[in-house]
T-cell receptor, first 113, second 113 residues
Framework: IAGITQAPTSQILAAGRRMTLRCTQD?????MYWYRQDLGLGLRLIHYSNTAGTTGKGEVPDGYSVSRANTDDFPLTLASAVPSQTSVYFCASSPGGGSDTQYFGPGTRLTVL | QKEVEQNSGPLSVPEGAIASLNCTYS??????FFWYRQYSGKSPELIMFIYSNGDKEDGRFTAQLNKASQYVSLLIRDSQPSDSATYLCAVKVPLGSGYALNFGKGTSLLVTP
């Protein structure tokens, strides 16, 4: 059982380019989340999905989009990357249904130049 | 935005001592609380969760919750150098039709040999 996988591990991207960060979980968890973590700012929620087919905006959604076509996958897309999106991105999942614990993927380190 | 506050540290304790990490939260209606540990360059991993007032023990770790005073703490007994990490406090918050975790910015702990 892999848990949550994220790809790529790291990426350097030119400003203005489109980028999709991938997240896959094999735990059949209902809820999934995308966070960014920046020094001094902690973990901030970008988007979330409580169940397949639904998504919602978190604290810092601007410049990002997500989709949840099935239970396992929750990709995060940067339509036109900007340097302020340089960050470490974590995907997380939670069983839902009364279990609140979130489990994190290994993260993607993204640098936008 | 409901606040979760932690002292950023670093908190330095000698090996074998008790490390005490504190967290306060602003939403008096909060019910579920979590402690995560994050090593440098790694993703957060769950240490403990606590829902009820009082103490909850798991090995060398004890979580303490006081809802009246709106604080939650984590005690680490017999601290080891391997406990050196950033500790994140998180509070469950309603989000859409489900829930999310609102994280504090973390406290850096350094255990010195």
């Amino acid at each position: 059982i892999a848990g949550i996988t994220q790809a790529p591990t790291s990426q350097i991207l030119a400003a203005g380019r489109r980028m999709t960060l991938r997240c896959t979980q094999d735990m059949r968890h209902n809820a999934m989340y995308w966070y960014r973590q920046d020094l001094g700012l902690g973990l901030r929620l970008i988007h979330y999905s409580n169940t397949a087919g639904t998504t919602g905006k978190g604290e810092v959604p601007d410049g990002y989009s997500v989709s949840r076509a099935n239970t396992d996958d929750f990709p995060l897309t940067l339509a036109s990357a900007v340097p302020s999106q340089t960050s470490v991105y974590f995907c997380a999942s939670s069983p839902g249904g009364g279990s609140d614990t979130q489990y994190f993927g290994p993260g993607t380190r993204l640098t936008v130049l | 935005q409901k606040e979760v506050e932690q002292n950023s540290g670093p908190l330095s304790v000698p090996e074998g001592a008790i490390a005490s990490l504190n967290c306060t939260y602003s939403d008096r209606g909060s019910q579920s609380f979590f402690w995560y540990r994050q090593y440098s360059g790694k993703s957060p991993e769950l240490i403990m969760f606590i829902y009820s007032n009082g103490d909850k023990e798991d090995g060398r770790f004890t979580a303490q919750l006081n809802k009246a005073s709106q604080y939650v703490s984590l005690l680490i007994r017999d601290s080891q150098p391997s406990d050196s990490a950033t500790y994140l406090c998180a509070v469950k918050v309603p989000l859409g039709s489900g829930y999310a975790l609102n994280f504090g910015k973390g406290t850096s702990l350094l255990v010195t040999p």
